[in-house]
């Protein structure tokens, strides 16, 4: 088990809770994903440069692109004012979504103006 460094966790809500990560790619700034993580997931992250999510589905931690090769390589990983959110900014290989899509945001609904 990874442990989060104290500082890190001091500015997190609450490091109990999961954390919404917003992910983004570093290049296009495009938008590829919104995951989960958990303080150990966070930590391992920060420890090893790969996204490192918590499935809520599994319970448990996972590599994105452990089997797909779908790899992320971070860039920057960045804590919103509230310390509730992350946005973080990787290096994608591959396609983001499990669909084979680009981006996990991919079905647009039409707004009623």
Known sequence: MSALDPAVSTMLKDPTLLIPAVVQ???????????????ESLALTLSTGKATYWSRSRNELWVKGATSGHFQKVESVSLDCDGDALLIRVEQTG?????????????????DK
């Open 25 to 39: 790619d570093s290049t296009s700034n495009e938008v590829l994903m919104l995951a989960y993580m958990n303080s």
């Open 95 to 111: 396609v983001a979504c499990h669909t084979g899509e680009k981006t996990c945001f991919h079905k647009p609904i039409a707004l």
